[in-house]
């Protein structure tokens, strides 16, 4: 190279040093870096709609004390705020349960049942347990979860001594057969050799705790 060539040459930038000092890929590892990328930008997309699945709200189970409305698609919705039996019925139920769901329906048909039956010595009220209303009445007694609520109170005493409390959920927490007895307990106290004697339920009552 000639001096007068070596003169014309123009000083190298740093930008074109700096860019010469990167390090430069190989095709296969520009196309692993792409690779490596996606899978990063498609795992951080996946735990973003994970932790939106989280945050919706969902539907708690039967008997716990925060239910979500739904819509009434129940075959039991209509009972809601119907009561059945006389004024005067010694024994007075509330059916504090979830009338749009059916986990309690067993309880609710066999209430619905002897209530139509024995008006003249039961008087039972059913209070679908998600609504405002039955939140409210809920909130009344002292209530923490669904219900089902015999002359004031949801605890019953059996012969053996234990203790049941009808509230929580259904065939977990008690049985239809502990809830019949309950009844015909307080029917054999309200009314002696008069009270009526209640169907079956084809239930056993619950194992002692």
Not at 62 to 73: L, M, W
């Amino acid at each position: 190279m000639t001096e007068t060539e070596d003169k014309g040459r123009q000083p190298d930038s740093e930008p074109a040093r700096q860019a010469a000092k990167m390090p430069r890929f190989t095709w296969g590892e520009r196309i692993f870096i792409g690779v490596l990328g996606g899978i990063i930008l498609l795992a951080v997309l996946v735990i973003a709609l994970m932790l939106r699945a989280t945050m919706q709200p969902t539907q708690p189970t039967c008997g716990s004390g925060a239910f979500v409305a739904k819509p009434q698609t129940s075959r039991l919705a209509h009972l809601d705020n119907q009561e059945f039996g006389a004024a005067e019925a010694k024994v007075v139920v509330l059916v504090l349960l979830p009338l749009r769901v059916d986990c309690h329906a067993p309880t609710v048909e066999y209430l619905a049942r002897v209530a139509q039956a024995h008006p003249e010595h039961m008087r039972i009220r059913f209070v679908d347990f998600l609504s405002p209303h039955g939140r409210e009445e809920a909130r009344r007694l002292n209530c923490a979860c669904a219900s089902v609520v015999i002359n004031g109170s949801n605890r019953f005493r059996k012969p053996s001594g234990e203790e049941v409390v009808f509230a929580g959920a259904f065939g977990e927490e008690y049985s239809l057969e502990d809830v019949r007895l309950a009844l015909q307990t307080r029917l054999a106290e309200a009314y002696g050799s008069a009270a009526p004697q209640l169907p079956p339920t084809g239930q056993t009552a619950t194992a002692p705790h």
